[in-house]
């Protein structure tokens, strides 16, 4: 067997293993009358559920995050949860953080998914702290 040929054994294998958990929890779920419309499926990317953020400092000290997320109650035709672009802001005037906006809500993005998050500063509005 060649190496390629053992990297595709290797996937086969973990996507066996991915699906056989996703299995378990659905029935789990249904075993204890708990809904199962939270994440059914999630397409296997090898990475984990969220991305890390993006995080930025405008030049009033307010703080934005955007991070890609497996999302909830959204799946496709073959029953997958796509990931969305997710964000929140922590205002130098507030003292709490905004909560979560889903930044592909709308219709118009049911059945895409958005994967790569990224953010940029304007130039000349860096601050240190």
């Not at 996507?15 to 199962?36: A, M, R």
């Not at 993006?54 to 703080?63: M, P, W």
């Not at 073959?78 to 922590?90: E, F, I, Q, S």
Request: proline share 5%; with cysteine.
């Amino acid at each position: 067997m060649n190496n390629s040929q053992g990297e595709v054994l290797n996937q086969k294998k973990n996507l066996l293993v991915y699906e056989c958990l996703i299995n378990k929890v659905i029935n789990l779920l249904k075993q204890n009358n708990l809904p199962i419309n939270t994440l059914l499926n999630v397409p296997f990317y090898r990475v984990s559920l969220s991305s890390f953020p993006q995080i930025t400092v405008d030049q009033y000290n307010n703080i934005f995050y955007i991070w890609s997320a497996a999302t909830p109650g959204n799946p496709d035709p073959d029953l997958n949860n796509y990931r969305h672009l997710w964000g929140r802001a922590k205002y130098h005037t507030a003292s709490a953080m905004t909560g979560q906006i889903d930044l592909n809500s709308d219709f118009q993005y049911i059945f895409q998914e958005f994967v790569y998050e990224s953010m940029a500063k304007t130039p000349g509005t860096i601050t240190s702290r």
